[in-house]
């Protein structure tokens, strides 16, 4: 189990980092690396940027053959249930809390065999397990549906049509759990390439096959599927060298440390989908195709954070989990490079945190100034239409509140994960459920659905907060790191480049003489562009180096035009 330091320790003893079961190679003397975290978030930002554009094309897709119905509805209270088991048994949570930190161990050319092994052993008993479930699945399809919501539709043919495609769509958890656990595996090699665009094609299959009977809901069942399994093809070349076998060796020390690990999480991620399912219930209560709106505005909310946070962030993870790993081997024989190893580990942390910071408040603040703009571009068309725009944009701007604390806390629950240390956030996130659903449930009733905005703003803060003080006190903070000057110049350009965005769009839509898409494509290239030239000016004039130093790196890549394994 990952443990952090004692409160009675000595605060000048190093900070006792956790230390593996086993005996690992020392890393090289210089982990920083911060040139290489940022080249490999870079690898996987294009990947995200593919994926969400290609997330933002299959919404499109949805609103213009579906709109909000209540039908689109149903089939996304079928497809919550596949995505819950696969975030529960082998989601990215578990990808970035257990499998990556495991992984790594056993990355070194030197132990490479035992990683097959490891990795077989956990397949193996990962497919015996989900194909257990899915059955149980579609043995209780009604009862589940009924717990998912499908009983508050207005319309009880509804709830027919979500039972049917629950039982099509759960499958999709197994394929996408064994990509899951290639990804895992690819990460620890460092290998992001491959696994970067899983998502990417994901998206992009459900998009094809929609497309392809556009007539029918269940096509994005059938994408869904397909989609999922194209994620196991996709990764496969890239573990060229791997050795899998069918294997069920239950007593392997690593499996033992990836439960252990992962025994926190999905605790806490039991009560984040109890959460979810109860936000479902509630919303479906405020209108049948409330979900929808939420589902479109959750696209558009999570596409900054899915660029910036989860690239650096798993970009990151391998490198913290190494300077922990060179801390334990540095601890008995030297305390001056064991302490400058905790040293290393929080300038790490902090120099993805800047970065993080100075991207996602000014996206925060362009998409909040522009949110009625680019869902009308986007969206209505079809069968969206204008109300459902309106109701939308509402949505994601009580949205958009919690995400700069959302982005920063996925950020320090991965610094937790990197030190083994799952529980303090699997604590932390219990609690910030329970703010969140008791929050939803005091304001349904005056807000309807806009109360579950408001509760998922307030539940990503008080995480945060939470997550900010335990890392004051087993780590000391990461004061002298330049966070605060960073968040203030970052906030200062932000919102003077929401309000150029926000000035010019609303005069661009009363004076440009255009209606329709070209209208609408001019409201926001006009908007947004004046407001990324704002920002690109604020960055050299307030000397925010973060953004220099990525566009540096990014461009010497390029030049250079090597892949990243």
């Known amino acids: 189990m990952l443990n952090s330091t004692d409160a009675t320790e000595d605060a000048n003893q190093p900070v006792p980092l956790p230390q593996d079961e086993e005996e690992r190679p020392s890393p090289p003397t210089n982990l920083s690396e911060n040139k290489g975290v940022v080249k490999a978030a870079a690898v996987l930002a294009v990947g995200n940027i593919i994926s969400r ?9 949805k609103s213009n053959l579906f709109g909000a119905s209540d039908l689109l509805g149903a089939y996304t209270v079928a497809a919550l249930v596949p995505m819950t088991l696969f975030n529960l048994i082998t989601g990215g949570e578990m990808v970035s809390s257990s499998l990556v930190p495991v992984f790594s161990d056993y990355a070194s050319k030197e132990r490479r065999q035992a990683l097959w092994d490891v990795v077989s052993t956990f397949m193996s008993l990962a497919i015996l397990v989900l194909l257990s479930i899915v059955a149980l699945v579609m043995l209780f399809t009604p009862q589940i549906a009924w717990l998912a919501g499908a009983r508050n539709f207005s319309d009880q043919s509804l709830t027919a049509v979500t039972e049917q495609m ?14 899951s656990i290639l990804t895992g595996v690819l990460y620890a090699l460092k290998r992001f390439t491959l696994p970067a665009f899983t998502a990417a094609v994901f998206n992009g299959t459900i998009v094809v096959v929609a497309l392809l009977r556009p007539d029918h809901i269940d096509s ?61 219930n509630l919303a479906i209560l405020t209108g049948d195709n409330s979900v929808t709106y939420m589902t479109y505005a959750t696209t558009l909310y999570q596409f900054p954070l899915g660029l910036v946070v989860t690239a650096l962030s798993m970009a990151t993870l391998p490198t ?23 040293q290393e580990f929080k300038q790490t942390l902090a120099g993805g945190l800047r970065l993080v910071l100075t991207l996602v408040l000014p996206a925060t603040a362009g998409l909040f100034a522009l949110a009625p703009a680019i869902i009308a571009l986007l969206l209505e068309h079809g069968e969206f239409t204008p109300q459902d725009t309106a109701v939308t944009a509402i949505v994601l701007r009580i949205y958009l509140a919690g995400l700069p604390f ?18 303090r956030p ?71 480049t929401g309000l150029v965005a926000f000035v010019v769009g609303e005069t661009a839509v009363t004076l ?13 290239a006009l908007a947004g562009g004046l407001g990324l030239i704002t920002f690109l000016g604020l960055v050299k004039l307030l000397a ?22």
């Open 53 to 61: 554009m290609l997330g933002l094309v299959r919404e499109i897709v």
């Open 166 to 179: 629950m039982r099509l769509a759960t499958p999709a958890v197994l394929f996408l759990s064994i990509a």
């Open 220 to 280: 994005l069942v059938y994408g869904l599927l397909l989609g999922s399994f194209l994620q196991i093809i996709l990764q496969l070349p890239a573990l060229r060298d791997g050795r899998f076998r069918l294997q069920f060796n239950w007593r392997h020390p690593a499996l033992r440390r990836i439960l252990v690990l992962y025994t926190p999480i999905v605790i806490v991620l039991l009560v984040n989908q109890v959460a979810i399912w109860i936000s479902y």
């Open 320 to 342: 913290l989990s190494q300077i922990v790993t060179a801390y334990h081997a540095a601890k008995e024989t030297d305390a001056s490079i064991a302490s400058a190893r905790v």
């Open 406 to 423: 959302a982005a920063i806390d996925q950020m320090l629950v991965f610094a937790s994960y990197a030190r083994k240390d799952t529980w």
């Open 426 to 496: 699997a604590i932390v996130g219990i609690i910030s459920v329970i703010i969140y659903t008791g929050t939803a449930v005091l304001l349904l009733e005056p807000l309807g659905l806009y109360s579950l905005m408001v509760a998922d703003a307030i539940k990503h803060f008080s995480h945060t907060m939470m997550m900010l003080w335990l890392l004051q006190r087993h780590l000391g903070g990461l004061r002298g790191f330049g966070i605060c000057s960073a968040t203030l110049k970052a906030g200062v350009a932000s919102v003077l």
């Open 512 to 524: 440009l003489p255009f209606a329709g898409f070209v209208g609408k494509l001019l409201v926001v």
């Open 544 to 565: 925010i180096t973060e953004v220099q130093m990525l566009h540096r790196t990014l461009t010497t890549r390029l030049r250079r035009r090597k892949p990243t394994d």
